[in-house]
C-alpha cells in the first residue's frame, strides 16, 4: 500500500506511518509499594485531615476497593503515587510544585463521582508523564495529542 503514495524522496517510507509509543512506566526498580499507600496519596493530595480522610475513604471504597487492587485502575494510580512521593524523580527529573499541584487537582477533581471519570483523569495523568525518549517517541506523543484535540473539537 505505501508504494502507491508518491512521497517525496527525502522521507523514510517505512517510518512515516509507523506509530512508535513511548516506553511505558513500570514500578521495576522503585520501592515496594507501602501497604498503606492509598492513605499515603491522600496525604500527599491533601494538608487538610478532613479532606485527606476523605479522599482515602472514597479511593479505598469507591474506586480502589481491597478486591480491586490488581486492577488497572490500581496500578495506575500506584504509578502517580510514586510520582508524587518522588520515586521518579531520578527517571523524570523532580516535579515542580505547578506540576505537582496540576496532578492533584486532575486526581482529585470530581472524586466523589464515578469511577470510569476517575479512570479517565488518572490515565490522562500517567500519559503525561512519559517523557519521550526519541523523535519517534515524540511524534507519536504530539499526534495522539493533536488526534485527540481533534475530535473532541468539530
Given amino acids: 500500500m505505501l508504494e502507491n503514495y508518491r512521497l517525496h524522496n527525502d522521507l523514510n517510507k517505512n517510518k512515516l506511518f509507523l506509530l512508535t509509543p513511548p516506553l511505558e512506566l513500570d514500578s521495576v526498580g522503585l520501592p515496594k509499594l507501602p501497604k498503606n499507600w492509598l492513605r499515603k496519596l491522600a496525604i500527599l493530595c491533601s494538608d487538610d485531615q478532613a ?5 482515602k475513604h472514597l479511593l479505598e471504597t469507591k474506586h ?7 486492577s488497572e485502575l490500581s496500578k495506575t494510580v500506584q504509578l502517580i503515587y510514586y510520582r508524587l512521593n518522588g520515586d521518579f ?3 523524570l527529573g523532580a516535579l515542580t510544585p505547578d506540576n505537582r499541584k496540576a496532578i492533584i487537582c486532575a486526581l482529585t477533581e470530581d472524586i466523589d463521582k464515578c ?9 490522562r495523568i500517567l500519559f503525561s508523564l512519559q517523557k519521550p525518549q526519541s523523535m519517534d517517541h515524540l511524534l507519536y506523543t504530539s499526534t495522539k495529542i493533536l488526534s ?6 468539530p
Fill in 89 to 91: 524523580d531520578e527517571k
Fill in 115 to 123: 469511577t470510569p471519570g476517575f479512570h479517565n483523569r488518572a490515565n
Fill in 51 to 55: 479532606t485527606q480522610s476523605q479522599y
Fill in 148 to 153: 485527540g484535540q481533534r475530535s473532541i473539537y
Fill in 64 to 70: 480502589i476497593p481491597k478486591s480491586a487492587l490488581q
